[in-house]
Nanobody
């Protein structure tokens, strides 16, 4: 069993920065790829970013490319999402998830079915 806990969400002004974290409080994901997703009110959950287990490969949704940066510290069993130049449309609940496998195609990480454990999420609100 794996439990993922997100933290670091909050309220930030447009143009600001925020870093959210995802830690495996039970179990491990240091040898698994990890993804971040977000869900805004009234919208479907969408892929944000993913990172391979060694951190050598990263993938981003076009909407966040160049503004968000995903990284990980396997010694701390933690994955980070650094968000910069935030926009009101980035407002959402951000959740991390452990991927079932690994792939060299970014499209793999967009598929929610390819993740087996999910955190509860952390709210990020960007004010205009």
């Amino acid at each position: 069993q794996v439990q993922l806990v997100e933290s670091g969400g909050g309220l930030v002004q447009a143009g600001g920065s925020l870093r959210v974290s995802c830690k495996a409080s039970v179990g491990t994901f240091s040898t698994y790829d990890v993804g971040w997703f977000r869900q805004a009110p009234g919208k479907e959950r969408e892929f944000v970013a993913a990172i391979s287990w060694r951190g050598g490969r990263t993938y981003y949704a076009d909407s966040v490319k160049g503004r968000f940066y995903i990284s990980r510290d396997n010694a701390k069993n933690t994955v980070y999402l650094q968000m910069s130049s935030l926009k009101p449309e980035d407002t959402a609940v951000y959740s991390c998830a452990r991927a079932r496998g690994t792939a060299y195609s970014g499209s793999y990480y967009y598929q929610e079915d390819e993740y087996d454990y999910w955190g509860q999420g952390t709210q990020v609100t960007v004010s205009s």
